[in-house]
């Protein structure tokens, strides 16, 4: 069955993100050895011991996050790219920040090869965000955040939209509205299972 098929089986009814799904070449964001498992929902090693998320994590994600043509994004784990090529599908302004130098480099070099074109991606901590492009409408963060970083709350703009994992072992689906300067409206959806949001002294 086709992978936008499955993942609209488990609940995801948003065609524009379906249709990413659809259009993205998942085996490409892979390394060739799991090439033949790349339109399976299922997460994947990629280099630096990291992973490329299951595609029903990424589209769900997506989904709850709603982004609209020439939003502000920021997203923290670029990781394989594969999401930020989804947002760049959606027609997103793209900030992504990944903590991993081989992975920064590599992925860099890979999506401009295959055509995306984020706004900026950066070699660095994602706790801290991007404050010299900030504010953002969307913030997305592709990785287990054992607390939520406050940096990342002050960098969204009012009436945007933070979609992050929270949790040690296993995460909970946490979206974050801003409703004015200082009020957060908190919405929890169910349980995933992401690599940890490194602090910068692990
Ligand atoms: N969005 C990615 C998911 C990769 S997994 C994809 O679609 O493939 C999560 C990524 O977050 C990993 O690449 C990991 O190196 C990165 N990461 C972990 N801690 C981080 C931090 N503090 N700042 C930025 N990136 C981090």
């Known amino acids: 069955m086709q992978l936008a098929k499955v993942v609209e089986n488990k609940g995801v009814k948003d065609e524009k993100v379906l249709d990413t799904i659809k259009k993205i070449p998942r085996h ?32 769900f994600q997506t989904e709850v996050l709603q982004v609209n043509k020439g939003d502000m ?9 594969y999401q930020t090529a989804v ?4 027609g997103a302004r793209v900030y992504s920040i990944e903590r991993q130098q ?17 706004r900026y991606l950066a070699f660095g901590d994602g706790y801290k965000g991007l404050p010299d ?32 994992p929270v949790g040690k072992d296993t995460q909970v689906m946490t979206l ?16 995933f299972r992401f690599v940890p949001l490194l602090e910068d002294r692990n």
């Open 133 to 164: 492009y900030a504010p953002f409408d969307r913030i997305i963060v592709t990785a287990g955040a054992p607390f939520v970083p406050k940096p990342l709350l002050s960098q969204l703009k009012v009436g945007g939209r933070m979609v992050i």
């Open 102 to 118: 081989e992975l920064f480099k590599r992925t860099k070099l890979f999506l401009s090869k295959i055509g995306y074109r984020p």
């Open 176 to 191: 974050f509205e801003r409703k004015s300067e200082t009020e957060f409206e908190k919405t929890e959806f169910g349980n």
């Open 28 to 59: 490409l964001f892979m390394d060739s050895s799991f090439e033949d498992h790349a339109y399976q929902d299922k997460a994947f090693p990629i280099a630096a011991d990291q992973t490329i998320s299951q595609p029903y994590t990424v589209a």
């Open 73 to 81: 994004v920021l997203e923290i784990g670029t990781g394989s790219g």
């Open 87 to 90: 947002l760049c599908e959606l």
